[in-house]
């Protein structure tokens, strides 16, 4: 059965750091581009970080930008994000998510998802 399955999240103060941890299964991981979603209380869904399947593409949130790290190992089909100094307004619930498998440009990488992950709670306070 195709499962995503974070862990990783946690309380941290502000400034800290904290890795998220996706395992995949039930997919040709290698094949899929991947990603971290995450949702605040109250707001929409938004997209932090995306990688292609051969790591020739990474994107990321601007609000991220030089903070958080996303990194895929296909041999464990494990994908991750490093999040240094994270903010107050970093605190969500983060969803990993792999593609459907329909893109064929790179630059299209986490635009058509096709499973989700259950996601992790990432908490930044004091």
């Known amino acids: 059965q195709s499962r995503l399955a974070e862990s990783g999240g946690g309380l941290v103060q502000p400034g800290g750091s904290l890795r998220l941890a996706c395992e995949v299964v039930?997919?040709?991981?290698?094949?899929?581009?991947i990603g971290w979603f995450r949702q605040a209380p109250g707001k929409a869904r938004e997209e932090v970080s995306c990688?292609?399947?051969?790591?020739?593409?990474?994107n990321y949130a601007d609000s991220v930008k030089g903070r958080f790290t996303i990194s895929r190992d296909n041999a464990k089909k494990m994908v991750y994000l490093q999040m240094n100094r994270l903010k107050p307004e970093d605190t969500a619930i983060y969803y990993c998510?792999?593609?459907?498998?329909?893109?064929?440009?790179?630059?299209?990488?986490?635009?058509?998802?096709?499973?989700w992950g259950q996601g992790t709670q990432v908490t930044v306070s004091p």
């Open positions: 990688i292609s399947p051969g790591r020739l593409k990474t």
């Open positions: 039930g997919f040709s991981f290698e094949y899929y581009d």
């Open positions: 998510a792999i593609g459907d498998g329909s893109i064929t440009r790179v630059q299209d990488i986490c635009t058509k998802v096709g499973s």
